[in-house]
């Protein structure tokens, strides 16, 4: 009678696992200005160690309605909840993007702009001191459609962008990074998400793209349910601080 006990409890084990596995929300991960979806891979590379469908969004970087539009469709083919998680300028994306998308549990603000309604990435910058990228730009690139593309001083990337990363891989990231439109940097954000979706924040203190102090003021004005800081970080946490990020995202993802 034991034995059969057993047996029938492995049955319905191995039956019931994969429903439970499928009951993980799915991370959607979004990059902002300057980077790339492979700034995440060490996200990534945990997440999925611990058994998350993670999707590492392309963001086209041309603007919060365009790419909330994106990644929303994004969304809409995804089954089951989701944890939706931006950094910099891409959380000006998840801001947009999570509207009505119904099935988003949780934003997760990596170094990430949290705009609330008619407020831009540039506005944030700027409402504390600290911020040094405008004097680390590149001369603007001129779109044969009119407005600029904007990149980061490859000299000046590190620095800038990702002072607690190695040079050596600093220097990979100034090569690949991804331009966004000027016109991105000053649209003015809708309604935000994080007024009805709980949030998580995390940021460093030497960041010198996002002043700590405006980050500080974002997350207490989202009223997240965690603010991770982390003293003498860049920009760039999940590059240089994988791990804690990844951590945020699971206790996120495990919120109820």
Known sequence: MKRLFLAAAL???????PVYAQQKPTIVLVH?????????NGVVSRLTAKGYHVIAAA????????????VREILKSIDGPVVLVGHSYGGNVITNAANGATHVKALVYVSAFAP????SAADLAGKFPGSTLGAALAPAVELP??????????????????ADVSEKEARLMAVTQRPIA?????????????KKIPSWFAYGTSDRNIPAAAMTFMAERAAAKETVVIKGASHVLMVSHPEAIAKLIERAANSK
């Open 59 to 70: 963001n086209p970087l041309r603007g919060p309605g365009f790419d909330g539009s994106y």
């Open 11 to 17: 049955l319905f084990a191995s039956m019931v696992a």
């Open 32 to 40: 902002g200005a300057f980077a790339g979806s492979s700034s995440w």
């Open 116 to 119: 609330d309604a008619g407020e």
């Open 182 to 194: 000027e016109a991105a940097l000053t649209e003015a954000a809708g309604n935000p998400a994080w």
């Open 145 to 162: 459609g009119g407005g600029k593309d904007l990149y980061i001083r490859q000299d000046k990337f590190r620095a800038q962008f990702a």
